[in-house]
């Protein structure tokens, strides 16, 4: 008997190993994994990765995430997201990637923008690709606390920290893009 119930045993094993194994499809690591808040368009010529709005107070906010350019051969431009206050073409050479968290180039207007939050945001970009998805509205602490946040300038397009009313064009006045 004690045959039995060790052939018993090792058939058991045999069936019950792919299951605790997890082996299969569709599993977890079968998919892309995105440890980061932002959410992914991984669609057309240009992906935009890891796309937030970083906001120190509701209604205004600074686009972060990375525009990654698909294609080998042609360079493709951003040309305008829907809320932004004003905007250069950004320009995303072939197979390369920009990370606009760190320029903080797109400033953004939206009575929706506030931390927590959710707002539908569409990228145009030169070659005809148009992109909408909701993109979260994050802090401007923590991790999030380098990207530049504030009113840009017409005239020097340098950021100017919230709550700095000073007019003067002088250094002193104003703060460089990455100092938020």
Not at 16 to 35: I, S
Not at 119 to 135: R, S, Y
């Amino acid at each position: 008997m004690s045959t039995l119930r060790r052939r018993f045993a090792v058939v058991a094993m045999l069936l019950l190993v792919p299951t605790l194994a997890a082996c299969g499809f569709n599993e977890q690591t079968d998919a892309v994994y995105q440890a980061s808040t932002g959410t992914n368009a991984r669609n057309g010529d240009v992906w935009i990765l890891n796309a937030t709005i970083v906001s120190k107070k509701d209604g205004a906010g600074t686009f972060a995430g990375t525009l990654v350019n698909q294609t080998e051969t042609k360079t493709v431009a951003l040309t305008s997201v829907t809320d932004a206050t004003e905007m250069p073409a950004i320009t995303v050479a072939p197979s390369t990637a920009v990370n606009l968290g760190e320029t903080g180039q797109v400033r953004l207007e939206d009575a929706g923008i506030a931390p927590g939050k959710f707002v539908a945001l569409t990228f145009e970009f030169d070659n005809g690709q148009t992109t909408t998805f909701k993109v979260p509205v994050v802090d401007n602490t923590g991790d999030y606390a380098d990207v530049p946040v504030g009113k840009v300038h017409k005239a020097d397009k340098t950021a100017q920290p919230e709550g700095d009313t000073a007019a003067s064009g002088s250094p002193s006045a104003t703060a460089s893009p990455d100092a938020g």
